[in-house]
């Protein structure tokens, strides 16, 4: 973990022709919130408490699992009628403990409602959390960290500070303390101010951090300090217990 961030994941970039794209069937999770964040493409998302929202590009999509939740990820028909690409992250956030079991909630942040800056000439999305003088008005649980920044070959980023922090590289290459950073690679970097990283080529990357939570559970789709809770969840969902999502009823996805 990095902070509350306990999984990570790029998606794509991936083109799909016509007649195909992404599918996700309804799903579980608990004890999590799960954000979504897109550079091309669009996502149709639905879930139990009854949200049904399209991401796009520079949307953030908020989903607190909580106590538990179901959802989808499909492509409307007008997406997948034309060839298209695919290409964004999808991370969770474990909850703190005293959180892990409020009730199931969705966001939806649109790009125009990210706050963004430059910084010695750096373009800086702040996603989540608070950097550089400004705030996010996304919802969080404990401190939190989330950024994207584009910087051009030669450009130099300060840093913001942060309890732990990593940098993602979605594409170009960093270099940082001496050390090649290269494409696809998260690198954790320790708490002391002033760390500096530098461009070797046009780089776009997500910075990633904040309060430590302790030890956490995960399996399939669930996080949790507790086993047993992870134990009863996967149950819950063998048995049918969790809401369904609404306007997706039929499919789901088995475990």
Known sequence: MVGPWIFFDEMGPADFPAGQGINVLPHPHIGLATVTYLFEGEILHRDSVGSCQPIRPGDINLMVAGSGIAHSERERPEI?????????LQLWLALPETDEETAPAFHHYSNDDIPS???DGVPVRVMIGSAYGVTSPVPKFCKTLYLEATLEAGQTLTLPEAPERAVYIASGALQA???ELPTHSMTVFSSEPGVA?????DSRIVVIGGEPLGKRFIEWN????????IDQAREDWRAGRFE???GDEEEFIPY
């Open 222 to 229: 669930f996080v949790s300090s507790s086993k047993a809770r």
């Open 80 to 88: 997948t009628a034309t060839d298209h690409r695919l290409h964004g």
């Open 244 to 246: 369904k999502v609404v």
């Open 117 to 119: 800056l430059e910084i």
């Open 197 to 201: 990283i530098t461009a070797t080529e």
């Open 177 to 179: 303390h001496g050390s």
